[in-house]
């Protein structure tokens, strides 16, 4: 009996260090004890040792049983008190109230991870949460990281390290790779793990998060963006419940030049319920987390083939910054289907010049070689031809990325020779990012897999992942963010205010409003109204009403004094029919701007993320078109402008069919300026509407027609 498997050498790993290293005796650890060890291979506790004995685990394995003196040939222990050192990492595979005391001895024993199996916590009821809870809350106290509870571990298969009792390995192990995978659901972070090895992906490494009552998702990503072996990280995500450590991994990630591609399910109302429920996490609203995503680079895959197709892509480490795609295929119809593609997403393909057209030409005259580059079947004649053309393309027309359609010729006779005027290209313009998409046997696909070409059978599928190689280069290419302007720490009322102390407010910080006046009296609003020049609005003021609207409580195109004293009298008494408990502070004149853009400019309190920008055109564009952009708070005038120019009606602020250009330096200023404020103001700010915000002509500036701001209670 021996606690030491000996196998191949394994890369040294565990000295992984940075900002996430507390995880590295959890994820790359060199001693490992099984709790609940069992000798039977296909039971939960006797599975990790089963698989680590068999694909070489190169440390220290202690079995834990009371009733056994070996388990699976290993020397067993019967306490955790009895084992000869404290192991980097202990599986736990025992009920929830053994598991307990269990993590209690070990953080006695000064262990620093635990892969916890065992269910019947937070994801089960308030018990469980209450059991959860304190097991954590001891655990922190001895700086023991657990993964899980709830969870289906971990492995890499690089160390022989399977700390999980997935079915998954009894139909093969990973393809040695450079993809790391981390996943909250452990059934599909092992279904993602299985897809990947049976297309012959690499992808070595896998950790699954459970309830992640410590370790969350976001930890992980940060430690695979700190671990050298990974060059690519996978993600599937259901709810994001931790945000400070989720922004460090996504900085560090970014900051590594390591492409993040993510799954992240619950963008239906139902999905989202569904989530929430199956990872007892709090999932804060997608369209929040997506522009935390789109933030810092993350390609958000639609589905898993798409997240595999860009996993495996980004293996070849070719980020083109600018990213244009030149096509050589041996059918129009697939140069058509890859253009419509390439449209749709924004993928620029760039004719060929004339002059190398006209070569081409010569060469074959009935050939298309704008882009896609119709060779036609004629190459299959005179083979020395696919080198021509290809070489053309990428000598004269300059891609960033290549693609080759050649279908089933892939399976044929002729394709090694077609194979050696290819490779010559790749060889002499080794900068670019090549893909092929053919048909052929797995042996024939790792063949020009080690050539250098990624291979996808169906050309579509390639365009995304070629494209979302471009978006990776674009995002690490990016200049660093201005500053966030400079705004003066505004102290929030207590309670909601009134729209006219909401705007001086925010005129603190900078947000200018249109010219407005709070009166009490008909006389007073006249005054007003004819200092500002007709015509105006006015609107009911009171704290305790903050949807005016609504109520009938905003009057348009006030045009002479007798108006004014009608609208006063008369937004005083739907004020006193629609809300007779309402404080009634009298009514808001205001000069009614004309000219303008309407937009609209919002603070949401996500709670994740905290407060979060929101920016789009006003009336229909928002409120049926949904035409809006999000941004975690705060950020500077850069990244407030393109926000502004991201969005499907920009436009109209841009001066789209002769129509004036709006303002939008201003606006951009105003949008960053309300980012610093919300994130000044702290958690008690639930949330700003500046409806509608008028960006005025080039030149003129931005204003504020009405203002909300909700104070939490």
């Known amino acids: 009996m021996s606690t030491v498997h000996s196998g191949a050498a394994r890369p040294a790993i565990h000295a992984i260090g940075g900002q996430f290293s507390s995880l590295t005796p959890l994820l790359a650890p060199r001693s490992i004890a099984v709790i609940g060890a069992s000798s039977d291979p296909t039971r939960i506790g006797g599975r990790p040792i089963a698989y680590m004995k068999n694909q070489g685990f190169k440390g220290a394995l202690y079995p834990v049983n009371p009733?056994?003196?070996?388990?699976?040939?290993?020397?067993?222990?019967?306490?955790?008190?009895?084992?000869?050192?404290?192991?980097?990492?202990?599986?736990v595979a025992v009920p929830a109230n053994i598991a307990v005391q269990a993590v209690s001895d070990l953080a006695k024993l000064g262990v620093k991870g635990v892969v916890m199996f065992t269910a019947g916590f937070a994801e089960v009821d308030e018990a469980g949460e209450r059991a959860q809870s304190a097991m954590i809350a001891e655990a922190r106290q001895s700086g023991m990281r657990i993964l899980g509870p709830n969870c289906l571990g971990v492995f890499d298969s690089r160390l022989g390290y399977y700390a999980t009792f997935s079915s998954s390995f009894d139909s093969g192990w990973p393809v040695p790779g450079r993809i790391g995978i981390a996943s909250q659901s452990g059934a599909y972070g092992t279904h993602l793990y299985t897809l990947a090895r049976n297309r012959g992906i690499g992808a070595s490494l896998c950790v699954m998060t459970g309830n992640e009552a410590d370790v969350t998702v976001g930890e992980c990503i940060g430690w695979l963006a700190e671990n050298p072996e990974v060059d690519v990280i996978a993600v599937y995500a259901e709810g994001i419940r931790e945000a400070p450590g989720l922004i460090a991994a996504l900085t560090a990630a970014k900051a590594s030049k390591k492409p993040i591609v993510m799954q992240k399910v619950g963008r239906s109302e139902l999905g989202g319920k569904a989530a929430k429920s199956h990872?007892?996490?709090?999932?804060?609203?997608?369209?929040?987390?997506?522009?935390?995503?789109a933030e810092f680079g993350v390609f958000r895959a639609r589905n898993s083939e798409e997240m595999l197709d860009i996993a495996h892509t980004a293996t070849r480490k070719i980020y083109p910054v600018r990213n244009t795609l030149g096509v050589i295929t041996v059918s129009g119809g697939a140069g058509v289907l890859i253009s419509d593609v390439a449209e749709g997403l924004g993928l620029d393909m760039p004719e060929m010049p004339q002059d190398a057209q006209d070569k081409l030409r010569a060469l074959i005259p009935f050939c298309a070689p704008r882009n896609p580059v119709d060779a036609t079947a004629q190459v299959t004649n005179d083979i020395t031809l696919v080198n021509t053309f290809t070489e053309s393309m990428v000598r004269d027309g300059g891609y960033a990325s290549v693609l080759g359609f050649f279908s089933m010729t892939a399976s044929s006779k002729r394709w090694p020779a077609i194979r050696e005027q290819l490779n010559p290209v790749m060889k002499a313009h080794p900068d670019r990012l090549y893909v092929l998409s053919v048909i052929t046997p797995q042996a024939g696909r790792d063949e020009l897999e080690a050539d250098g070409w990624v291979v996808h059978e169906d050309p579509t599928r390639a365009v995304v992942a070629i494209d979302a190689m471009g978006r990776y280069g674009a995002a690490f290419a990016a200049p660093p963010p201005a500053a966030p302007p400079s705004v003066p720490q505004i102290a929030l009322p207590a309670a909601t205010p009134t729209e006219a102390e909401a705007k001086r407010l925010l005129a603190e910080a900078g947000i200018a409003s249109a010219p407005e006046a709070a009166c009490d009296s008909a006389e007073t609003a006249v005054a007003a109204a004819e200092g500002f020049g007709f015509p105006v609005v006015m609107k009911i003021l009171?704290?305790?009403?903050?949807?005016?609207?609504?109520?009938?409580?905003?009057?348009?195109?006030?045009?002479?004094?007798a108006s004014v004293r009608e609208g006063f009298a008369l937004l005083l008494e739907r004020a006193k029919t629609a809300a007779p408990h309402a404080r009634i502070e009298g009514v808001l004149v205001a000069k009614q701007l004309k000219g303008g853009v309407e937009c609209i400019l919002g603070i949401h309190r996500d709670p994740v993320f905290g407060p979060m920008a929101m920016f789009g055109l006003g009336g229909?564009?928002?409120?049926?078109?949904?035409?809006?952009?999000?941004?975690r708070c705060p950020f500077g005038v850069d990244v407030a402008e393109q926000m502004i120019r991201s969005i499907k009606g920009a436009p109209l602020l841009l001066g789209a069919r002769g129509r004036q250009p709006a303002d939008v330096k201003a606006l951009a200023a105003m949008l960053a300026r309300l980012s610093v404020f919300a994130h000044q103001a702290g958690p008690a700010l639930q949330s700003i509407d500046l409806n509608p915000v008028f960006a005025m002509p080039e030149g003129q500036g931005a204003f504020a027609a009405d203002a909300v701001i909700e104070i939490g209670g």
């Open 67 to 91: 009733t056994r003196p070996e388990i699976q040939g290993l020397k067993a222990y019967a306490s955790i008190a009895d084992l000869p050192e404290p192991p980097d990492v202990a599986i």
């Open 279 to 293: 990872t007892a996490s709090i999932a804060g609203d997608d369209a929040v987390t997506e522009a935390v995503m």
């Open 542 to 561: 009171s704290p305790d009403i903050l949807h005016k609207s609504e109520i009938g409580g905003v009057l348009l195109d006030i045009a002479d004094a």
């Open 620 to 631: 229909i564009f928002v409120e049926i078109l949904k035409d809006v952009v999000f941004r």
